[in-house]
């Protein structure tokens, strides 16, 4: 596609329910990141997976979070037991695999409210 | 890990001032500095980049400096125009870990017209 692409771009859901946001990475770009923004701070890295492996995942905040990249391209966050604390909205990006400190394009993001 | 602060956190010019945001980071390991502008309800878009072994780059009406002895570098915005207006984040990253970008908290820049 012609960007990184995250759906949904809303979600509400009620505390204690299990959701999975998706991304759609640039056709080509093997390294991908996931972020997350809470309001009024900047993007907070999460995960970075070069390929299907999950490279760094330091970044997730406990064990309700997981992120999953089969085949090298889609990922998808998955979050369990879903908090308040966890509304903020979720980026994805990609980049070009062969290049260091090359730039990461971003997806729009989805919102997630937790309720 | 990287520590990037940003100020000022909100900032208001005049169309056709100019504007000035600074970062400061403490990892002298990093090498790497993005500076991304995000608009209302869209996507982060990288509008410069500088790396460790220069000083300065300019883009049109966008330059960037780092001071590498101090650990800070500065967004400089010329001649500013109402689509200026968004919020813009510093970021840092490092050889080792160039896929982990360290952001500022961002600073919202107004122009008045």
């Keep these: ?115 | 890990g990287e520590n990037v602060e940003q100020h000022p956190s909100t900032l208001s010019v005049q169309e056709g001032d100019s504007a000035v945001i600074k970062c400061t980071y403490s990892d002298s390991a990093s090498n790497y500095f993005p500076w991304y502008k995000q608009e209302l309800g869209k996507r982060p878009q990288l509008i410069i980049d500088i790396r460790s072994n220069v000083g300065e780059k300019k883009d049109q009406r966008i330059a960037v400096t780092l001071n590498k002895t101090a650990k800070h570098f500065s967004l400089h915005i010329t001649e500013t125009q109402p689509e200026d207006s968004a919020v813009y984040f510093c970021a840092a990253s490092t050889r080792s870990n160039d896929y982990k970008l360290s952001f500022g908290a961002g600073t919202t820049v107004t122009v008045r017209a």
């Design chain 1, 1 to 115: 596609g012609a960007g990184v692409s995250q759906t949904p771009s809303n979600k509400v859901t009620e505390k204690g329910k299990y959701v999975e946001l998706r991304c759609d990475p640039i056709s080509g770009h093997t390294a991908l990141y996931w972020y997350r923004q809470s309001l009024g701070q900047g993007p907070e890295f999460l995960i970075y997976f070069q390929g299907t492996g999950a490279a760094d995942d330091s970044g997730l905040p406990n064990d309700r979070f997981f992120a999953v990249r089969p085949e090298g391209s889609v990922s998808t966050l998955k979050i369990q037991r879903t908090e308040r604390g966890d509304s903020a909205v979720y980026l994805c990006a990609s980049s070009h695999p062969q290049r260091t400190n090359t730039e990461a394009f971003f997806g729009q993001g989805t919102r997630l409210t937790v309720v």
